[in-house]
């Protein structure tokens, strides 16, 4: 997602009389009014500069997970050690490196001295504040709880940066060797075959169907490259439109969790998630049903996102929050015992924890096991291909040799 700071031209008026122009910084032409009078300035002209050039872009997120961790972790850590919220945020603007972060906490700070809510502010930066830390932060200020909600939500997304690290570092490393396989064999197809090519031509001798079709797959790469590259832009452009539809996300979502051993590390690491979320929010107190909506939009799979969605039809019959849950294959007993004890204990929140522990160290040794397992598989493929290629050389070679 693309985050936009827009740049306004002004001219103003101090007290004293003297004219002052100059460009400003904001989010929207009202915010920048506000801070410019913060700064005692009569503004009497100030217009929106449309151009590009005027505007940072910000390509991706605009805050990375460890930055916004460290970010709660002071903010948390300021408010429990009793200082002002409104001083934490001034404190925390003149200290954090990251730009777009920096700028909205000094936005917030000024709205909040206009006496708008720290939730209410912070919503309308929703690039940087998710809808899950919001709602906790309105529920703190409601009933009086900013600090504690703070720290759980730092000890939250502390938890979920680690969580999204171990899935990555999984990834990862199929992935980089995936790309590398392509990028050798296409070196392999456009460098190396051809010089072999025009050798085995001059010598005029018959080749092997398999030479032939390597010879034959290494001058269409050269005359149609341009045409692979469009093909694999195609694809991916395809992929990222159909996973927009969302019948057609919901099948792409369940087929990822059903590959083998690539699913059952997607499937601990998105009920990791899930438990670790509705944990988190019934410690806090917010009701379950507005919990479970909460989660369910949290979530990024389709298939756990509907099973969520009928565990909330289910306590909306007063019916209990595991029997959707117990009819879907992907949730495991474990989950589903937990949650009917914790149901009739009244204490969902602390079996949820547990649950969210359990699979928390199994998706550590899953993602061992899986780099483990991968790691020489990935070698054998690399191997195979590169193998194959080199193979379609020497075949050749061995019948030109014997003929002198």
Same mark, same amino acid.
């Given at each position: ?24 910084? /904001? ?38 997970? *460890? ?35 920096? &700028? ?12 708008? !809510? ?20 309105? /529920? ?18 502390? *938890? ?15 992935? $980089? ?12 197809? $456009?460098?190396? $075959? ?7 031509? /001059? ?43 969302? !019948? ?12 083998? #051993? ?8 998105? @009920? ?7 944990? !988190? ?28 969605? &009928? ?33 009739? /204990?009244?204490?969902?929140? &602390?079996?949820?924890?547990? #649950?969210?522990? $359990? ?31 080199? @193979? ?6 061995? !019948? ?5």
């Amino acid at each position: 997602m693309n985050y936009f700071m827009t740049m306004y031209a002004y001219k103003a008026k101090r007290n004293d009389g003297t004219l002052v122009k100059g460009k400003l910084e /904001s989010q929207d032409k009202k915010e920048a009014l506000i801070e410019l009078e913060q700064l005692n300035l009569i503004v009497y002209s100030i217009k929106e500069l449309n151009s590009a050039l005027y505007k940072d872009i910000y390509i991706g997120k605009p805050i990375k997970s *460890k930055d916004f961790v460290l970010f709660l972790r002071q903010f948390s850590t300021l408010i429990d050690s009793g200082i002002l919220l409104l001083d934490a945020l001034e404190i925390l603007s003149k200290q954090i490196d990251n730009k777009p972060l920096r &700028e909205a906490l000094e936005q917030i700070a000024l709205q909040i001295k206009e006496g708008i !809510s720290l939730s209410e502010a912070m919503r309308k930066y929703p690039k940087l504040f998710p809808n899950l830390l919001v709602n906790m932060i309105q /529920s703190g200020e409601a009933s009086g709880r900013l600090d504690d909600v703070l720290k759980r939500m730092a000890d939250y997304y502390e *938890k979920q940066h680690r969580l999204k690290q171990k899935v990555s570092t999984a990834l990862t490393y199929p992935a $980089v060797v995936g790309a590398m396989a392509i990028m050798i064999t296409i070196f392999l197809l $456009v460098f190396i $075959v051809p010089i072999f090519a025009d050798l085995f031509l /001059s010598f005029g001798e018959e080749l092997p169907a398999y030479t032939q079709f390597v010879l034959n797959l290494s001058e269409t790469t050269q005359r149609y490259w341009w045409i692979i590259i469009l093909s694999g832009i195609l694809v991916v452009y395809i992929f990222k439109e159909l996973t927009k539809r969302e !019948s057609t996300a919901f099948i792409i979502d369940g087929i990822l969790l059903k590959v083998p #051993v690539v699913g059952m590390f997607v499937q601990k690491s998105i @009920l990791a998630r899930m438990t670790q979320t509705l944990s !988190s929010l019934l410690n806090s107190s917010v009701p379950i049903l507005e919990a479970v909506d909460i989660t369910s939009n949290v979530m990024s799979n389709r298939v756990v996102k509907k099973v969520l969605l &009928e565990s909330k039809q289910s306590l909306e019959r007063g019916e209990s929050l595991s029997i959707p849950m117990k009819q879907h294959w992907m949730f495991p007993n474990l989950i589903t015992q937990m949650i009917t004890v914790g149901e009739s /204990s009244g204490a969902l929140d &602390e079996m949820l924890h547990k #649950v969210a522990e $359990v699979y928390d160290r199994e998706l550590e040794e899953a993602s061992d096991k899986l780099q483990s397992l991968i790691e020489p598989i990935l070698i054998v493929f690399l191997s195979a291909i590169v193998g194959a290629i080199v @193979l379609s050389i020497i075949i050749p070679m061995f !019948s030109l040799f014997e003929t002198f």
